[in-house]
């Protein structure tokens, strides 16, 4: 992939930042259904359905998944976070 077909990503609790770097997609659901979160995607807020896998997808990497009782995901100004109370 070419510079731009990814995102900064950070998910934080209160205390501390949990995960970050950077991302070629991130999915998850809310009560809509499935969604996918691409480079260039419009400013979004959004609660995650409680326990569903949020997934982040890296350039060259395994994915990584996650999973929270409580989840909001923002996107702003092609920037994710994803703020979790654990």
């Known amino acids: 992939m070419t510079a731009g077909n990814?995102?900064?990503?950070?998910?934080s609790s209160p205390d501390e930042i949990i995960w970050q770097?950077?991302?070629t997609s991130v999915s998850a659901e809310n009560s809509a259904g499935h969604f996918d979160i691409l480079p260039g995607?419009?400013?979004f807020v959004t609660f995650v359905n409680p326990h569903s896998?949020?997934?982040?997808?890296?350039?060259g990497k395994d994915a990584n998944v996650f999973s929270?009782?409580?989840?909001?995901i923002a996107v702003k100004s092609g920037k994710v976070?994803?703020?979790?109370?654990?």
């Open 6 to 11: 990814t995102f900064p990503v950070v998910i």
């Open 21 to 23: 770097g950077e991302a």
């Open 41 to 43: 995607h419009a400013n």
């Open 53 to 59: 896998q949020i997934v982040i997808r890296m350039e």
């Open 68 to 72: 929270y009782k409580d989840a909001v």
């Open 81 to 86: 976070d994803i703020y979790t109370g654990l």
